[in-house]
């Protein structure tokens, strides 16, 4: 989701786009293409909004250059201890 917008929504290079995330424009090609990430995305569910919003305003702060590739993984890591909270409450 976060390669794919940086790459459609704010114009990047896919090398651009894979500097920012601290990967590979290789890899950034398979997410832009679906062959990596997005495959099982339909098995989020009730959670699925809450990736999608992360994943956009991580996007916006890398392509802004307000955070780093470092930064953006610990937005990550934050994002999947609120996910473990809130898939507690479903159970």
């Known amino acids: 989701m976060i390669a794919k917008d940086l790459i459609e929504k704010y114009h990047l290079t896919q090398v ?31 959670i699925l909004p809450m990736i999608q919003a992360a994943a956009a305003e991580t996007a916006k702060r890398l392509a802004s250059g307000e955070i780093d590739a470092e930064e953006a993984m610990s937005a990550f890591c934050e994002l999947c201890n609120s996910l473990r909270e809130e898939l507690k409450s479903f159970k």
């Open 16 to 46: 651009t786009a894979a500097e920012k995330l601290g990967t590979t424009q290789a890899a950034i090609s398979q997410y832009v293409h679906s062959k990596r990430g997005l495959r099982g995305v339909k098995h989020f569910g009730k």
